[in-house]
C-alpha cells in the first residue's frame, strides 16, 4: 500500500490528471485536477475522450491511439479539453499501455494555462489603426475606467499565409480577431496594425493566455501560427486624459516611423519620451520659457512693412512642428496658444514699439470653446485700442470640430477690433469650409502654391481664382514664401496685397522695421495700417 502510495505521488507530480481509456475513447477511470472548477475530473468517467476535446485535438489522440502497442508510451500530444461553460483549456497529454491493463490505456494530463472562452468568428473584426487610437480615447477617459491597463501586442506568424486556404482560412482570420476582441477591455478594442499584427487594450487583473488563445485557434484549423504577445502597462499614473493622449501620441508615432518591430520595447520608449515631452511642454508654457521671433510681411505695392508674424522657438529642436503637433495631440496647445498671445502682446508694450502690428497663430484646438478667446479679450481689456494691433492666424494643424461654434468666437474677437486670418489656406481639405464658415478679414495662401508661381502656368491660375474669389468676399490675401522678386512681381501682379517669405526677412528675435530694398524705387521701412 505505501509503495501504492508512493507511486501515486509520483505521477500526480508529474500530472494534474490520471485517465484511463478504452481503445474507443471512453474514459473508465479519471483522479486528479478537472479541466476547470465547473468540471471535476470524476465527471469525465462515462464519457468519451473525442467528445471532450476539440476537433484538431481528437485527429491527434485518435492517430496515437491506433499505433500504440503494450508496454509502450505515446509521446506528448497537445489538446483542446472542454472546460464548460464554452470554455477550453489547453493540456499535454501522454499515453501508455501497461501489459497487464490492455487493451485499456493509461493517460496522463498537464494543463497548460487557464481555462478560456471560444469565440464566435461572427464577432466584430479588428478595428483600423485610426478607428483603434480613437477607441482608446473613448475606454481611457469613460466614467470607471480601468487603472489596471496595458496594451498587449499580439504578432500572428502565419495568418497572412492562411489567406491562401480560402474559406478556412478567412475562417481563421475572422475567428482570431474574434478571440482579440473578447479578450480586450470591453469587447471592442482590439486593432489591427499590420496582416498580422494586432493591438488591444486589455484589463491587466483578468488572466488570459492570449498567445495560447490564439495558438489553439490555427491548430484546430489544422495550422501551427507562431504567436508572440506583449503586454505594456499604460497605467502611468496622474489624469486619465492625459494618459490617454499620450498612448495615441505613442501609437501614433510607431505606426508613422515604421516601429513596432520589439513592440514592448519601442512603444515602452516612444511612450516614455511623449510623457516626459510632455511635462517638459508644460513647465515651458507656465515658465513662458520659449522666444518669439517675428517675420515681416509687406506690403506687394508698396514693398512697406504691414505687420509681424510672431513665431515661436524652442530651445534645443530643429523646428517647431512635431513640438507643436504634440501639444495639439496632448491637448496643451490653448495655454501655449495663451502664452503667446501674452508674449506678443508684451512685446507691443514696450517703450519704442510705435505703430507694430503682430500676427499671433492660434491652433483650431484652441477654438473648441470660450476659453481662448476670454483669454485675449481679457489681456487686451485695460488697453483696448492694442486690439486694432492683433491679428488671429488660424492654422488647419488641428481641424475645427465646430466651425459654426468657431465663428461665433472669432466673430466676438472682430467685434472687438482684432482682426482673423485663415492661415495655410489650400494645405489642408478644410480650406474653402473655412472661407466658407468663418467671418474672417485675411486669407494666407499656402506656400506650396508661391513656390511654383513662376514656372507653373496652373499654379498662377489657381492663385488668381483665389484672389478673385476673396476680392468678391472683400477679404484681404498673403502670399507666404516668397524668396525671389519675380515671383513677388507676379504675385503683385495677380492682386495678392501681402506677401512673405524670406525675400523680405526671416524670423528674427526683434521686429526689422527697415528691410534692406529690394526694388529702389520701392518704398521700404514704412509701416503702414491694417487699411
Known sequence: MQNLKRLLGFAFAASDLLIEIHPQGKVVFAMGSGPSTDVLAETLVGSSIFDGVGKASAKAVEAVLATLKPGTRSPAVEVLFAAGDSRVRRATVRLFMMPDLAPHISGAVTWEGPA???????????????????????????????????????????????????????????????????????????????????????????????????RELGLSEGLD?????????????????????????????????????????????????????????????????FELHYQPIVDLKTGAVHHFEALARFRGTNGPADTIHMAEELALIESFDVAVAEKALGRLRRPGAGLLKFAVNVSGASLADDR????????????????????????????????????????????????????????????????????VDTVKIDGKFVEG???????????????????????????????????????????????????????????????????????????????
Not at 500572428?156 to 477591455?185: D, Y
Not at 516611423?257 to 511623449?274: C, K, N, V, Y
Not at 515671383?487 to 528674427?508: S, T
Request: charge should be negative; include cysteine.
Open 225 to 289: 501560427l507562431g504567436v508572440r504577445a506583449t503586454e505594456v502597462g499604460i497605467d502611468v499614473g496622474g489624469d486619465s486624459l492625459n494618459t490617454l493622449r499620450a498612448l495615441r501620441f505613442a501609437v501614433e508615432g510607431c505606426l508613422k516611423d515604421g516601429g513596432l518591430d520589439r513592440p514592448e520595447l519601442t512603444f515602452t520608449a516612444s511612450l516614455s519620451r511623449t510623457l516626459r515631452n510632455a511635462d517638459a511642454f508644460r513647465a515651458m508654457v507656465r515658465d513662458r520659457g
Open 372 to 439: 481662448y478667446v476670454q483669454s485675449l479679450l481679457r489681456m487686451t481689456a485695460a488697453r483696448p485700442e492694442e486690439r486694432r494691433r492683433l491679428i488671429v492666424e488660424i492654422t488647419e494643424s488641428a481641424a475645427l470640430a465646430d466651425v459654426d461654434a468657431a465663428n461665433r468666437r472669432l466673430g466676438a474677437l472682430r467685434a472687438a477690433g482684432i482682426k482673423v486670418c485663415i492661415d495655410d489656406f489650400g494645405a489642408g481639405s478644410a480650406s474653402y469650409d473655412y472661407l466658407r464658415g468663418l467671418s
Open 116 to 214: 478560456y472562452r471560444l469565440h464566435d468568428p461572427q464577432s466584430r473584426p479588428a478595428l483600423t489603426p485610426g478607428a483603434f487610437l480613437d477607441r482608446a480615447r473613448d475606454v481611457l477617459t469613460a466614467p470607471g475606467a480601468s487603472a489596471d491597463l496595458a496594451v498587449s501586442f499580439v504578432d500572428v506568424s502565419g495568418l497572412q499565409a492562411a489567406e491562401a486556404l480560402g474559406e478556412a482560412g478567412e475562417r481563421l482570420n475572422a475567428r482570431v480577431q474574434a478571440a482579440l476582441q473578447a479578450a480586450s477591455v470591453d469587447g471592442n478594442s482590439t486593432g489591427q496594425l499590420g496582416p498580422e499584427r494586432f493591438a488591444l487594450l486589455r484589463d491587466r487583473s483578468v488572466d488570459v493566455d492570449l498567445a495560447g488563445e490564439v
Open 453 to 531: 508661381v513662376e514656372t507653373d502656368p496652373r499654379a498662377r491660375t489657381l492663385i488668381g481664382h483665389l484672389v478673385e474669389l476673396c476680392a468678391s468676399l472683400k477679404v484681404a490675401t498673403i502670399a507666404e514664401m516668397i524668396e525671389t522678386q519675380g515671383a513677388a512681381d507676379i504675385l503683385r501682379d495677380l492682386g495678392v496685397d501681402h506677401g512673405q517669405g524670406w525675400l523680405f526677412g526671416k524670423a528674427e528675435a526683434e521686429p526689422r522695421t527697415q528691410l534692406q530694398a529690394v526694388d529702389p524705387g520701392r518704398r521700404v521701412g514704412e509701416i503702414v495700417g491694417w487699411g
